[in-house]
């Protein structure tokens, strides 16, 4: 039964790692530079480790998520900030996420696509109500393992073995630069996309993890967020071996399960329709979870999906109208795909304000005694906080340089 | 509100809405569009044409590809054009139309063998021609 306790890892990772922004910006990557930029998904997913691992262990230690930490280390008006730019990105998220979910159950179903978005609105709504968050975690975490479809349809593609290996060598062979710059940074924002740590370490605070369970908490994000990055390192050699060499620009979700169809046929396809279906509805619940977390933690109320919604009314009664807004928000009928590519960059922008109180806290020895940060997490975090920050920076100006990834 | 508004405009304007003048780059990314979706919609009609499809995800996205060669071809039968390219725009503007009305046979048969095989010449050199545009 050990396996099932890196779920929470797993639910984190593949919510995290490959919602539907991240399936698009992974494929297109692939298509548009082949599997040159393989080795930044290596450097995202080395980086949502350490930080992951970090604020597992202070919810372990100290029975406190990010951002308890957060209003902690930065004081009430400071942390205002971070929750506002957290709640603006994860609405967007949760939005886009719905939408996928309702294109998903198109692709299967051929049913109206408006009457599908009310239709993933309620089941998500329910689901969170009835189901106790170790099944959430089970359900969505391992049927999106289905995604493993595309690291069977990378190899079926034949893909330049040689060519691959090279890709995690950091080189830049285009002759558009600032697209290539774009795509690193999106590809680095996505993996270390906030709501990632904010719903994992409260998934800690909610198992009640202690400091026995350290030893979980490095399982968890080294198996969840290893398994996330493998998944990505198949999506964009997909694209490079697929849809580079026709000439393809995927845009549409149907155009990455495409990948799976054409190598594997109807079960290829059926796979990914149904492993996207639970990682875009686990991102769903990921980010409902985190955009309630962080409001019930910033403000101190009760807060957790252990306890019975009477328990915790305010929290409930915050994820529901989120889940109400990013209902409206796609019924507007914004393209949820486009919405999460934006989602992503304006969540690199907030990357700091998330990060930067992470690791003072992990240093903190009065919080975290003798589980304080040792020398190497501290060199590794610091490491990152230098890319975050140049992630932060450059996110937009490459946005409007680059027409969103268009050129 | 006033400035909110401003700065939404300026961003369209640096981000490059769809309104412009069409000049040779904008053909060439265009062109490159164009043979994607008609590259796409031929490897979906080989797929259904070995029943190696489902006929939800058949009708479903060949509406999705169709309908962004429509919307493309609208665009470019409308927008002004750089001296000397209109010719190959309006061209492409057709070209697009066709593409969009072959994916929409597609979207009416999505299990019918016949019709999807009937479409993978026509698609595939309809990408030929858009690709030749591009260049």
Not at chain 1, 16 to 26: A, E, H, R, T
Not at chain 2, 25 to 35: G, N, T
Request: hydrophobic letters at 50%; aromatic letters at 10%.
């Amino acid at each position: 039964m050990k396996i099932f306790n890196i779920a929470l890892g797993i639910l984190a990772a593949i919510g995290g790692f490959v919602d539907i922004g991240d399936l698009v910006f992974n494929v297109s990557a692939g298509a548009t530079f082949g599997y040159q930029l393989l080795w930044v998904v290596v450097i995202g997913v080395v980086g949502i480790i350490v930080y992951s691992e970090m604020c597992g262990r202070v919810a372990a230690v100290s029975g406190k998520a990010v951002f308890d930490a957060v209003r902690e280390r930065l004081g009430f008006r400071t942390s205002l900030a971070a929750l506002i730019s957290a709640q603006v990105v994860n609405l967007m998220t949760l939005a886009a996420e719905i939408g996928g979910v309702a294109i998903c159950l198109q692709l299967l179903s051929g049913l109206p696509y408006r009457w599908l978005i009310l239709l993933a609105g309620i089941a998500l709504g329910v689901i969170v109500w009835v189901t106790s968050f170790d099944w959430i975690e089970r359900i969505f975490g391992y049927g999106g393992l289905c995604l493993l479809v595309f690291a069977v349809a990378a190899v079926k593609l034949h893909p330049t073995w040689s060519a691959v290996a090279h890709g995690f060598v950091p080189h830049m062979e285009t002759e558009s630069p600032l697209l290539y710059a774009y795509f690193a940074i999106g590809l680095l924002g996505a993996a270390m996309t906030p709501y990632e740590v904010y719903f994992y370490s409260s998934g800690g605070v909610e198992e009640q993890w202690g400091p026995k369970d350290l030893g979980l908490n490095k399982a968890n994000a080294m198996i969840g967020y290893g398994l996330g990055g493998f998944l990505s390192f198949a999506l964009m050699i997909v694209g490079g071996s697929l849809f580079l060499e026709k000439g393809i620009q995927p845009e549409f979700l149907g155009s990455i399960t495409l990948g799976a169809e054409v190598p594997l046929g109807q079960i290829g396809l059926l796979l990914a329709l149904v492993g996207i279906l639970f990682a875009v509805g686990g991102a769903s619940i990921d980010t409902l979870f985190a955009g309630a977390y962080n409001l019930a933690q910033y403000l101190g109320w009760e807060w957790g999906r252990y306890r019975h919604p009477s328990g915790a009314p305010r929290f409930t009664l915050t994820w529901l109208v989120l889940l109400v807004l990013g209902l409206g928000a796609v019924m507007t009928g914004v393209d949820p795909v486009q919405l999460t590519e934006y989602a992503v960059i304006f969540s690199a922008v907030a990357l700091p304000l998330t990060y930067v109180p992470i690791l003072l806290v992990a240093n903190d020895r009065a919080y975290m005694r003798e589980y304080a940060n040792g020398r190497l997490a501290n060199v590794f975090g610091l490491v990152y906080l230098v890319v975050i920050m140049i992630v932060a920076v450059t996110a937009i100006p490459l946005m409007i340089l680059t027409n969103v990834g268009q050129n | 509100m006033k400035r909110a508004f401003a700065l939404g405009a300026v961003a369209a304007v640096l981000t490059g809405c769809n309104g412009g003048t069409v000049d040779d780059h904008a053909l060439k990314r265009d062109a490159e569009k164009v043979a994607s979706l008609a590259t796409e919609g031929e490897l979906l009609a080989n797929d259904v044409s070995k029943g190696a499809s489902t006929t939800p995800f058949a009708r479903v996205h060949s509406k999705e590809l169709s309908q962004s060669a429509s919307d493309l071809s609208d665009a470019l039968a409308q927008r002004p054009t750089s001296p000397g390219i209109e010719r190959d725009v309006r061209k492409l503007s057709r070209l697009a139309a066709r593409v969009s009305r072959q994916l929409e046979q597609l979207h009416l048969h999505p299990s019918d063998r016949g019709v999807a095989a009937s479409l993978k010449q026509p698609l595939t050199d309809a990408a030929d021609a858009a690709d030749k545009l591009s260049k």
